[in-house]
């Protein structure tokens, strides 16, 4: 019998465990919206009724300790509620105290008799203020002494909180009940949508049916028409009968394609409308369950205070958690991500930050380490985590030392700034620390948390002061779905590049090339940046075609710049990235892989790694060897009446590496081009004053100016009009309506 | 002609005085030694639900070039026609890309490569056969699906000369028809499978 009260007793505190986590998370997120004003009178009685149940709860399970704190605090809110009791924004201390009591307990942690008077004398300070005659006998309860505090399931010895798995308890979510609604409606129509698309099923199987009909007539007539076709070879006249039946058989054909017709026009229509309503109800329902699965950041953080006290416990420091008051959610699976890469960082500040208190007491510090996280929202789609210690930061000397022993720098660099050394903690292989603890200190730490913000869609940064402390900055998408690449094409591949990384996408005329030794390079914006062709990083073969442009991605920041050559650059899209199997746990320079929408695996590109490898590759790129271009930046004159295109053409070619003057007509060209030496002319062709013909004309007719290439760029573009341009001496001719970048440039390009 | 008449004679001889000695000795057993004997023999009996799940095993047999291989059905999660394969560069030659399978991107393996097979007999890849357990999952390229069929694995030849490392660790045995039996298990748990490349 013993046995089965055990069963029944693990049981009921499987299902207690359960239900105590979803309470104390509605307490929790209630709780919060308490702390600048007096509770919604629809938050103060979900708060009593959650309170009340709980204390229910811990009574059936015979948890003494959170039974009575629970009915310590329903009798305040009680009070409230009832208006015997005016709220007070101080009492939110007392109700955090309790409700930071019951999570530990909760979790499984023994807590000691002193914790527990504490957060009922907390509690009964509530109470104090207005009324202090009914203090609340509850204080002084005598079973206090009993440490008899929450069996933690009996399977589960005392873990303590930095050991435990990088999950937490009670993994439930709170669904609205218009969340549910809408999930139930979504159901509904998906369920409709499959009746439509079951029907569709059905009415394409009789149109092949139809055409089975088709053919077997077909055939059943073989007999009577090979008997026409050689009664006409031998010059018969051909039967009545065959004729008719064969005049017949025409007539049914036509009635039969024309049905065919009619439901082949209603079967596209029909495919045509499902493909719209699966569409939208898809993205309908993605958008409800990302709602779903936004929670507030703080169900994660609030445990990693307790963490942090032992922790600094572990290494003889003292050191406390700030966390932010804050509402902000984040999708779920970010935050379980999340959790992992934060106490990596925790572990490391206080390790390497937070000084012993001896030292701290030296450089005048209090000997409590201060560690603090602060999330703010920073856009639309994403959010940022900083974590920052007072600590000693980060000793650049050691640093730049380490990386010059594993090979990072040279031996012997030059003492670099900021910007360039402390993103190299992030390097595998780097610690400053000089011990390898308990805690932390193989040197992997901080590699493996940019590695895990890269494959959530975001990025870490580092900032450091000196004998202050040090700051890491989280910036992640606030939502999974929200991960936007760059897709490129290479060859026959295709591959998308995280939009994070890439600084700039932009294409620029093979003149912008220079071979060099060392490599070759782009000038850009006044920096030479070096060129990799993304094929040779990856060591792929280089593709056959020779470019007419340089078609580049630009990683990196600053003078840390590499341009990437692709073969077309493709456009920017949204995607969810997708692991590459578990037989691929990591491929270098692979981030994973995504599905586009016509089905087709692309993979993504691992940025860092692209960045390092780009670094390894040194081989020259294998282009065609052109003859050497004039270093002279080209200067070119465009024509226009129209302010957009004239924009667009100078944009276009600035963009190339030219530079560009304008002109609003013919007459203001001629007399610019009369004063100023230019290399080329764009020019439009309808243009008040003097038009393109006669501009070009005239240009011919001067001996100073007779060699100047022309491109007429028109709307005009009859063989005519295209005749003329040729007649006049225009070099080339462009139609407006194909005023595609590539041909202008081209054209440029070629008569350059 | 002489010869072999005159061998089966004797053998046939052989094999009476056999018998006919075994009867005398079952003659002259004390009651002790048959209880001794059937004991042995219920021992024996009673271990054979065992063996018997090993006497047979279902096999998934399917062509790669000139080879036939099979493998135990408990380790093949489906088999997919193979479309759309998407090539990953990095990644060691065995792996020959990614696929989407149902939702889910599955690796490619070549066991071609795997096992440094000369390049021979009739390209046509067009099926994958996927493997699946816990903490792995990836597909083997195949040429056609011969279909499932009963093996027993005693009957396999498992020792085979010049076949070395890989292969070796990899391969159950040789079936009676040539077939080449891959031990799903090992496959699934080979380390070297892995591609990590944690720096």
């Known amino acids: ?752 | 002609m002489n010869m072999m008449a005159s061998d089966h004679w004797s053998a046939l001889h052989r094999q009476l005085d056999a018998l006919a000695e075994q009867l005398q000795r079952s003659d002259t057993q004390t009651p002790e030694q048959q209880a001794d004997a059937l004991a042995a023999r219920s021992l024996q009996w009673a271990q054979s639900p065992g063996a018997a799940c090993d006497a047979t095993q279902e096999v998934l047999a399917f062509t790669l070039g000139d080879e036939i291989y099979a493998l135990a059905l408990p380790h093949i999660d489906a088999v997919i026609p193979l479309k759309q394969l998407t090539p990953l560069p990095g990644t060691p030659p065995f792996v020959r890309g990614i696929v989407n399978a149902r939702g889910r991107v599955v690796s490619v393996l070549d066991l071609r490569v795997l096992f440094a097979l000369p390049p021979r007999g009739l390209a046509d890849r067009n099926h994958l056969v996927i493997l699946r357990n816990t903490a792995m999952e990836f597909g083997l390229l195949a040429d056609r699906i011969l279909g499932v069929q009963m093996l027993a694995p005693n009957t396999l030849q498992t020792e085979q000369a010049g076949l070395s490392g890989l292969r070796r660790n990899l391969l159950q045995g040789i079936s009676p028809q040539q077939w080449q039996v891959l031990d799903g298990d090992r496959l699934l748990n080979e380390p070297s499978l892995v591609v990590d490349d944690y720096d």
Not at chain 1, 303 to 326: I, N, S, Y
Request: aromatic share 4%; hydrophobic share 40%; glycine share 8%.
């Open chain 1, 1 to 752: 019998m013993p046995i089965d009260r055990a069963a029944l007793m693990q049981r009921l505190m499987a299902s207690f465990q359960e239900e105590a986590a979803e309470r104390l998370a509605i307490l929790e997120s209630e709780l919060l919206r308490w702390q600048a004003d007096a509770p919604e009178p629809d938050s103060l009685e979900a708060v009593f009724r959650e309170v009340h149940s709980l204390k229910g709860a811990t009574r059936a399970v015979g948890l003494h300790e959170p039974e009575q704190i629970c009915h310590a605090w329903e009798a305040v809110l009680q009070e409230i509620r009832q208006g015997k009791r005016a709220f007070l924004p101080a009492m939110v201390t007392g109700f955090q105290a309790a409700l930071q009591f019951l999570k530990r307990c909760h979790a499984g942690e023994a807590l000691s008799a002193g914790q527990f008077r504490q957060a009922m004398d907390l509690l009964a300070q509530t109470t104090v203020a207005p009324h202090p005659a009914s203090a609340s006998p509850i204080v002084a309860t005598p079973t206090v002494a009993a440490v008899e505090t929450t069996p933690p399931a009996p399977h589960a010895p005392a873990a303590t909180l930095a050991e435990r798995p990088a999950t937490w308890r009670g993994q439930t979510l709170r669904v609205r009940a218009e969340q549910g609604e809408q999930l139930a409606y979504y159901g509904e129509a998906l369920r409709q949508h499959r009746m439509t698309a079951h029907n569709l099923h059905r009415r394409s199987h009789g149109l092949q049916a139809d055409f089975q009909r088709l053919w077997q007539r077909r055939l059943r007539h073989e007999g009577l028409l090979s008997r026409l076709r050689s009664q006409l070879a031998q010059g018969q006249m051909p039967e009545q009968e065959a004729l008719r039946s064969l005049l017949e058989w025409q007539d049914w054909s036509l009635d039969l394609l024309a049905t065919m017709q009619v439901e082949s026009h209603g079967l596209r229509q029909a495919c045509q409308a499902l493909d719209r309503d699966m569409g939208s109800l898809s993205e309908a329902y993605t958008r409800t369950v990302d709602e779903l699965l936004l929670l507030p950041c703080r169900s994660m953080l609030d445990e990693l205070p307790a963490m942090v006290g032992e922790l600094a416990a572990q290494t003889g420091k003292q050191a406390e958690l700030l966390l932010p008051q804050t509402g902000l959610q984040v999708d779920k699976r970010i935050l379980d991500a999340l959790r992992t890469p934060l106490m990596h960082l925790l572990r490391n500040a206080l390790d390497h930050g937070i000084e012993p208190p001896a030292v701290r007491a030296a450089n005048g510090k209090p000997a409590l380490g201060r560690l603090q996280i602060l999330l703010h929202q920073t856009s639309a789609s994403h959010f940022s985590l900083t974590l920052t210690d007072d600590g000693g930061g980060i000793d650049r000397h050691k640093l730049q030392q380490k990386a010059e022993e594993t090979g990072l720098l040279a031996a012997g660099s030059p003492a670099l700034p900021d910007a360039q050394l402390l993103p190299l903690v992030f390097e595998s292989g780097i610690t400053t620390s000089s011990l390898l603890t308990t805690l932390s200190g193989r040197g992997e730490g901080l590699a493996i948390v940019r590695e895990a913000m890269e494959q959530l869609g975001g990025s870490i940064s580092v900032d450091s002061t000196p004998g202050q402390g040090c700051r890491f900055t989280l910036q992640l998408p606030l939502s999974r779905s929200t991960f936007r690449v760059m897709l490129v094409r290479l060859g026959e591949q295709r591959f998308a590049i995280p939009a994070h990384a890439v600084g700039r996408a932009l294409r620029l005329p093979l003149t912008a090339l220079h071979r060099q030794e060392s490599g070759d390079s782009v000038m850009l914006d006044g920096l030479s940046l070096p060129l990799r062709p993304l094929a040779q990083v990856l060591a792929l073969a280089p593709s056959g075609s020779e470019p007419v442009m340089l078609n580049l991605l630009l990683l990196g920041s600053g003078e840390q710049q590499i341009a990437l050559l692709v073969d077309e650059l493709l456009g920017d899209q949204e995607i969810t990235l997708k692991p590459l199997g578990r037989q691929l746990r990591r491929v270098r320079n692979l981030l994973g892989a995504t599905v586009l929408g016509d089905g087709s695996l692309v993979p993504v590109l691992h940025p860092q790694d692209l960045y390092r490898s780009c670094l390894q590759a040194h081989g020259p790129w294998q282009a065609r060897p052109r003859e050497e271009q004039p270093r002279r930046q080209a200067r070119i004159l465009v024509v226009d009446d129209s302010f957009t295109s004239r924009g667009l053409l100078r944009a276009l070619l600035e963009t190339a590496g030219y530079a560009v003057q304008t002109a609003n007509d013919g007459l203001e060209a001629w007399n610019t081009l009369r004063q100023h030496p230019f290399d080329l002319l764009v020019s439009d062709i309808e243009m008040p004053r003097m038009d393109g013909f006669t501009l070009t004309a005239r240009l011919r007719a001067d001996p100073n100016l007779a060699k100047l290439p022309v491109v007429l760029v028109t709307a005009l573009h009859t063989a005519e009009d295209k005749a003329r341009g040729l007649e006049v001496g225009a070099n080339a001719y462009l139609v407006k309506g194909g005023l595609e970048t590539d041909t202008v440039l081209a054209a440029v390009n070629r008569l350059l």
